[in-house]
């Protein structure tokens, strides 16, 4: 079918700059040479002399962490996604060796991507080959054909809302021979995607609008004092006191600053906002961006995450309701992205570019569309009269059931009417609701400034209907006085007539609707006009027509090939964690003159695989940078999340007892007792003492199965005490380590997933970065007699695991080794001891249980105040369920019984401090 091993060096192709070539051209020995670019990654300047160097210092580091994602996947390739190949042939395309793929399907289709299913992107690289590797050495068997594909398109007569897809085009680097009698069977295996960092390559390569760019190469033009003619010539109309009055002190100062300096017209800005967790980040973007759209001004938010983004995308939704659109209409707000990724909940759907462009193309459609709406109202309100005489005539010539009402595109139905009223009735509800539907849905998705002249029109009209109705149904209307009053609705009716004159009143509102409509008609045609009728020129308007458009960083290179009225700032949430290179997409984007950045240096960076590429600083934020340079920051000071017993570790060791607890944290009411006893009080450190760390699958690091057990354990406590109760709980259980999060996920399996009111999210630290809970129960998992603990130490991933917390946090570990480990943790275990906030696993029965095998008849653990004396531990039902140990059942039981004297000498008192 194939020759050749897929080393062979390609010339690059201008479309992306050779960086898909690049890729592909790559041998096994390149991947796996941690070496290969060594000598090109230099470290990247604080400052920059020129914006080509600003551009250049990225290329390499950029290809060397591809290299390095490539390498990661391809030692984790026995569980990649793969699927067996039914048909290849070579695709008829001048100049690219492009090949047409059929497979059968797609399995391990949920260990990529964190736990989507797989689909086939724009950008995947795969491996083809004549066996499906078990590891990478398979590949370099002598006689193994295979080479590197990248995915180019799903095949012509495929819909993409089919993927994954099993027929689909690749590329490759050199010729792959065909051969019909070859009875091998072949795979397409997946490696990685490769979009972020071609969006990035192009980036570096076709430099767009440089304002903001040029603004932040050098330090010098870093520090500057307030612009005074901008402040002159603002009068302070842009600020309205009915957005920020919710604003705090420190919130409010910063909001001001960041208008005062957007507000300047002949000169580039970009401000900085300091917000530690649970400041308020997300409500002071989402204040700036409301009054943003208030000022006229195109507003382009991004953050390097789905996660962040749609945080962002709630705010400003739940502010727009709270202001009742007063600044800005949801229709000014367009959301866009993968729908799978973004996973969109009920508050955000109507923001979202798809829908919105699915719900448009509906109102717009030729047989369900407001134009076949407004004239079959119009028809019937003027003529309903003579189309019921009709109806009456063809019964009395044909004398057979009616078949058709009014020769119509789309028939009212098929039935008879009993009466005039009868026929009134059923014509006007079958119109009324798809045509208030289209009202409805203009109002919520077309930009205020499209509706704005129509709002009260529409709002007229869905009221004046839903009024002719209510009339409509009652009881009293009489049928044949009804059709004399419509046989005459243009005539001026009797200038006196008495209110319970029903038919009287159902003519007037039936004028009253017919204005209302002939006066929309004109409108809505324009509209149609601008809009388009297929779901590309529909795409397009929404786009060119929102004046606050959110994304991802990297989707923001969607943007570029827009035809739209140019942007003017650029608002980056998390802009700590978005690598700087990264930012470069957005910062590039037609008609950007001022930037605000908000994040948080203290907390996680953006992750970079290669070690070479992370010591030359490629995952330091355009944030990180201009902080340290010395420009000014924000700082919001408040923090509104966490109890002050939970609060006070972080505050201390990362903001220098900067932040300030809100009154609301600090009421007495906000001290939860979810669990009865001092163990599980807001805060404290839970010692596993008899825990043991083992390497999980390739890629995943670390796992402690003993801590899986009592994280099953606490949860299960939780949900017995949380049926007494059914108030609302949330839980998260935060892991460093992706087989601790994937060992405790398999044993929660699908449990309490459909429980309403008790909610269970194990993710990674990094995964739970902006996120928060009621409870977090961290699982450390290190465990060693060599106090080693990795990249545990990292203090700014202490940070996020410590802080997601809002009532309760809980931390599982070994004290030896993170008491010993010279690092963060063993200042939180040293503070745990001196708040008395540190205990002994086995302090609780029903951790003990946990901890030394007792099952009950589902499998976990015995728990609900069960005795310890209720039953022998067993060893071998733990190390069935957990597999946490290898020592026999004797040598496990001694274990459990010696431990419990050294563990007394750290024993915490007993007690909380508050």
């Avoid at 793969?82 to 070579?90: D, G, M, R, T």
């Avoid at 690219?96 to 260990?111: F, Q």
């Avoid at 077309?446 to 209907?465: A, D, E, V």
């Avoid at 220098?656 to 009080?681: S, T, W």
Wanted: charged letters at 25%; one cysteine or more; aromatic letters at 8%.
């Amino acid at each position: 079918m194939m020759k050749g091993d897929g080393s062979e060096k390609m010339r690059g192709v201008p479309t992306d700059h050779g960086f898909t070539d690049t890729v592909l051209s790559w041998s096994l020995e390149d991947i796996e040479n941690g070496n290969l670019y060594k000598g090109k990654v230099k470290k990247i300047p604080q400052s920059f002399e020129s914006v080509g160097q600003y551009f250049e210092s990225y290329k390499h580091p950029l290809l060397e962490e591809t290299r390095a994602q490539l390498h990661s996947s391809m030692e984790s390739i026995s569980r990649a996604p793969f699927a067996k190949v039914i048909a290849f042939s070579e695709s008829k395309a001048h100049g690219t060796k492009l090949y047409d793929v059929e497979v059968d399907e797609w399995r391990n289709k949920v260990t990529v991507r964190g736990q989507e299913p797989y689909k086939t992107l724009p950008g995947d690289v795969f491996v083809l080959a004549d066996a499906k590797p078990k590891d990478v050495s398979d590949l370099q068997r002598i006689g193994r054909q295979w080479a590197f594909v990248a995915f180019n398109k799903i095949a012509e007569d495929v819909h993409e809302d089919d993927s994954p897809s099993t027929r689909f085009k690749v590329k490759a680097l050199k010729d792959i021979e065909v051969d019909d009698g070859n009875d091998k069977s072949w795979f397409v295996i997946f490696l990685i995607n490769t979009i972020p960092n071609k969006r990035i390559w192009k980036a570096l390569h076709t430099p767009g609008n440089l304002q903001i760019i040029k603004k932040v190469l050098c330090t010098n033009s870093l520090i500057e004092e307030d612009c005074d003619l901008g402040s002159a010539e603002s009068d302070g109309s842009w600020h309205d006191e009915s957005v920020t009055y919710k604003l705090n002190e420190p919130q409010t100062q910063a909001f001001l600053a960041c208008l005062r300096k957007m507000h300047c017209s002949h000169k580039t800005e970009v401000e900085l906002i300091w917000g530690p967790p649970g400041t308020g980040k997300t409500k002071i973007i989402s204040t700036l961006l409301l009054s943003f759209s208030r000022m006229g001004y195109r507003t382009l938010t991004c953050a390097p995450t789905n996660v962040a983004i749609t945080g962002v995308a709630s705010g400003i939704t739940k502010l727009v309701s709270e202001t009742d659109g007063s600044f800005c209409s949801l229709g000014d707000i367009l959301l866009f992205g993968s729908k799978e990724r973004l996973k969109l909940g009920s508050d955000i759907e109507e923001i979202y570019l798809d829908y919105r462009v699915q719900r448009l193309t509906e109102c717009l459609g030729h047989r369900t569309g407001w134009r076949h709406c407004f004239d079959s109202m119009i028809d019937l309100l003027e003529d309903c009269a003579s189309q019921f005489e009709s109806i009456r005539e063809r019964e009395k010539s044909k004398e057979k059931e009616i078949k058709e009402v009014c020769r119509e595109e789309t028939d009212a139905s098929n039935e008879t009417y009993k009466s005039f009223l009868d026929f009134v009735r059923k014509r006007f509800v079958s119109i009324s609701s798809p045509l208030k539907n289209c009202c409805e849905v203009f109002r919520t998705h077309l930009p205020k400034s499209y509706t704005q002249s129509n709002f009260q029109h529409m709002k007229s009209l869905i009221g004046l209907l839903e009024s002719f109705e209510t009339l409509l149904v009652q009881d009293s209307v009489d049928s044949e006085v009804l059709e004399k009053r419509f046989a005459r609705l243009e005539v001026v009716g009797d200038t006196v007539q008495p209110l319970v004159d029903i038919p009287f009143q159902l003519q007037a509102r039936g004028r009253e609707c017919l204005s209302v409509l002939k006066t929309l008609q004109g409108s809505f045609n324009e509209l149609e006009l601008r809009m388009g009728m297929n779901k590309e020129s529909i795409k397009d308007f929404c786009l060119q027509a929102a004046s606050l458009l959110l994304c991802t960083a990297s989707s923001s290179y969607k943007l570029h090939s827009v035809k739209m009225k140019p942007l003017s700032i650029l608002v980056i949430d998390e802009a700590a964690q978005l690598k700087e290179c990264e930012s470069a997409i957005p910062l590039q984007l037609p008609g950007l003159r001022h930037a605000i950045l908000v994040g948080d240096e203290c907390q996680l960076p953006a992750m970079v695989e290669s070690n070479i590429s992370s010591e030359a600083g490629f995952g330091r934020s355009l944030f990180e940078r201009m902080s340290s340079l010395g420009h000014s920051k924000h700082l919001l000071n408040i923090q509104y999340r966490m109890h002050p017993s939970i609060s006070s570790f972080p505050n201390l060791n990362f903001y220098c007892n900067q932040i300030i607890d809100a009154p609301i944290v600090k009421r007495e009411g906000y001290e939860k007792h979810y669990l009865p006893g001092p163990m599980f009080g807001t805060y404290s450190f839970i010692n596993i003492v008899d825990g043991r760390e083992e390497r999980g699958d390739v890629g995943y690091g670390w796992r402690n199965l003993v801590e899986v057990a009592v994280v099953m354990k606490i949860l299960h406590i939780l949900y017995k005490a949380w049926g007494r109760s059914r108030q609302k709980l949330s839980i998260g259980v935060i892991s460093p380590y992706a087989a601790q999060v994937v060992a405790i996920q398999d044993r929660l399996r699908r449990k309490y997933v459909n429980t309403d009111g008790f909610t269970v999210k194990v993710k990674s630290v990094d995964g739970f970065q902006g996120g928060e809970e009621d409870i977090i129960i961290i699982s450390t998992v290190r465990c060693n007699r060599n106090a080693s603990i990795g990249f545990l130490s990292n203090t700014q991933r202490t940070n996020v695991a410590l802080t997601r917390a809002r009532h309760c946090l809980w931390i599982l570990g070994n004290e030896a080794t993170l008491g010993n480990s010279h690092s963060i943790w063993e200042d939180l275990v040293v503070d745990a001891k001196k708040r008395q906030c540190f205990f002994n696993a086995d302090e609780d029965k029903d951790l003990h249980k946990a901890l030394f095998g007792e099952m009950d008849s589902e499998g976990e653990a015995k728990g609900g105040g069960s005795s310890v004396d209720k039953g022998k531990s067993n060893v071998s039902e733990v190390a069935a369920v957990s597999g946490a140990y290898s020592q026999s059942s004797k040598e496990t039981q001694n274990k459990g019984k010696g431990s419990k004297k050294s563990k007394k000498k750290n024993r915490g008192k007993g007690s909380r401090k508050k």
